[in-house]
Structures are given as structure tokens and as C-alpha cells.
């Protein structure tokens, strides 16, 4: 009888603090998206659905924020792209030309001025700094800490977790408490909650950004890992850094809000070779 009390007690605590945490993490956002399904507002609250087979897709999306004078701030112009199922693609380009913006719209987080879009579901958003999304004391609570949602026996959340964890590289720390983790270890605890929830859709926002070379090594095969192992993930990850190129599929590059070129890498690095090129031959020395 006691242990059913604190199995009741564990699933009800993992319920309220699931919902609490992707309540701030929908951070208000009014975005309608649905399974296989894009969905357009057109300006009058209309919604306009059609099907896609990619595992993300992008058609002349655009967003804008209002300005301190009155007028509109356009941020992203006019982006197309897809990215199919059982693929890591990056998205790059120079800070401040809009790619976590943009990660954020495919999150949910924020609402598209005009255009369309699809993400399978279920996605997850896993933030720049892992301290935001890293919640728990210990790993292997915190990757069971957003099932409290789903209708799980005990033995259940278990093998999930143990499953996520192994997908990951970590299931041999699953009782480390949180604080004694490297910052490349508790980004794999992150991205392991994500796949305990069965997640069809990584968005990665710059992972690697505070870590050294061992511990960015050790992200990008977890996720590299978790996308080949099944061919259902798709990851979608953000970075400013060309040297992580060559671990992806393909990508996306960015320049003041507009999407230049996407493509297999090899199509990705001969674009940027001449579109280097042609920078340094327009600057008169």
C-alpha cells in the first residue's frame, strides 16, 4: 500500500511540474500546428491546411516586430525550406541574421507574420543553455520529468527513460545528480527528455556555444545517434559555427533575415566558398 501511495504521489508531482514547465515553455504562443498538417493565417483568422511528407517545412514564412517608432521591424523575409525525417540538418549564418528566431516559430514560441509551416509532432525545443531546461537532481528524474503527462505504468517510465538515456551515451549516470554534470552532459540529459517523450522533431539551439571541444564532440554524436538510429528523428539544429558542417545531411544558411541557400553540405560548402569569394573581391583595400 505505501509503495502505491508513492507511486501516486510520484505521477502526480511528475503531472503538475510537466505542466508547469511547458506551460512557460508554449511562452503564450497562439501558433496552430497539427500532425502531418501546415497551417496558414492569412491576416483574417482564417486557417488554411494542407499535407506534407517532411518532417519540417518552411513556405515563405516572414516576421515582423513593431518598432519604437511606430513602424514594423521585419525579421525573417520570405523563407523556404524542408527538412525530411531521418535527417540532421544545420542552420547557419552570422549572429543576428534570424536563426533562433525562426527555431523559435517551428517551436511554437512565437507567432509568423504571414506564411506556412509544418512540424511533426511530437518536437522539442532544446535551449542554448542547458541550465534552462534541466530541472531535476538527478538524470534520470529529470529525463522521466516531462512524462508525467502520458498514462505510463512505473515500468514504463523506465524503459523510456533508460532507453533515452542509452540513445545518449548517459544511461551509465542516471543517479549523478544534476550539479556534478559537464555542461555537453546535461545538453544529453536535455535532448534524452525529448526522446522519452517520443519526440519525432529536435529544434537544438546553439548546444554547443559554452562547451569545449570534448563536450560539443559529445553532443553531436548523441545527436547524430538518436537520428540514425530509427530514421524518424529529424533535427534541426542552429549554430554559427561552419566547422560543425561536416557532421550534417544537409543545411540551411541565413543572411539578414532571408534564407540564401539550402542543400545537401556539399552543395552548402561550394556556396559558401564563392559567396566568400565574392565578399572579399567587393571590399576595395
Known amino acids: 500500500m505505501v509503495g502505491l501511495v508513492k507511486r501516486w504521489l510520484r505521477r502526480g508531482f511528475l503531472q503538475l511540474m510537466s505542466a508547469a514547465f511547458l506551460s512557460i515553455q508554449a511562452g503564450g504562443a497562439a501558433l496552430a500546428l497539427s500532425n502531418g498538417v501546415c497551417r496558414r493565417g492569412n491576416g483574417s483568422g482564417r486557417v488554411h491546411d494542407y499535407p506534407t511528407g517532411a518532417a519540417v517545412e518552411v513556405r515563405h514564412l516572414s516576421f515582423s516586430v513593431a518598432s519604437k517608432r511606430g513602424g514594423v521591424l521585419p525579421i525573417l523575409k520570405d523563407c523556404s525550406f524542408r527538412v525530411p525525417p531521418g535527417q540532421l540538418w ?23 507574420t504571414e506564411g506556412t509551416l509544418h ?14 531546461q534541466v530541472v531535476m537532481p538527478t ?64 529544434l537544438l539551439d546553439e548546444l554547443t556555444t559554452f562547451l569545449d571541444e570534448h563536450d560539443q564532440l559529445g553532443v553531436i554524436d548523441a545527436v547524430k545517434s538518436c537520428v540514425s538510429c530509427t530514421r524518424e ?51 576595395d583595400i
Open 90 to 112: 544545420m542552420l547557419l549564418g552570422p549572429n543576428g541574421c534570424g536563426k533562433s528566431t525562426l527555431l523559435k516559430i517551428l517551436a511554437g514560441l512565437l507567432k509568423p
Open 119 to 132: 512540424v511533426t509532432r511530437p518536437k522539442s525545443f532544446v535551449f542554448q543553455n542547458p541550465d534552462h
Open 139 to 202: 538524470v534520470e528524474a529529470d529525463v522521466a520529468f516531462g512524462l508525467g503527462k502520458f498514462d505510463l505504468t512505473l515500468d514504463e517510465v523506465r524503459s523510456r527513460v533508460s532507453k533515452a538515456l542509452e540513445a545518449v551515451g548517459m544511461l551509465k549516470y542516471s543517479q549523478r545528480p544534476i550539479h556534478t554534470l559537464s555542461g555537453g552532459q546535461k545538453q544529453r540529459v536535455a535532448i534524452a527528455g525529448a526522446l522519452a517523450e517520443a519526440c519525432k522533431v529536435l
Open 233 to 283: 528523428v529529424a533535427a534541426l539544429w542552429v549554430t554559427h559555427r561552419l566547422e560543425e558542417l561536416k557532421y550534417a545531411d544537409g543545411a540551411i544558411y541565413m543572411e539578414d533575415g532571408r534564407i540564401l541557400k539550402h542543400g545537401d553540405v556539399p552543395s552548402i560548402i561550394d556556396f559558401l566558398k564563392k559567396h566568400q569569394a565574392r565578399y572579399i573581391e567587393s571590399i
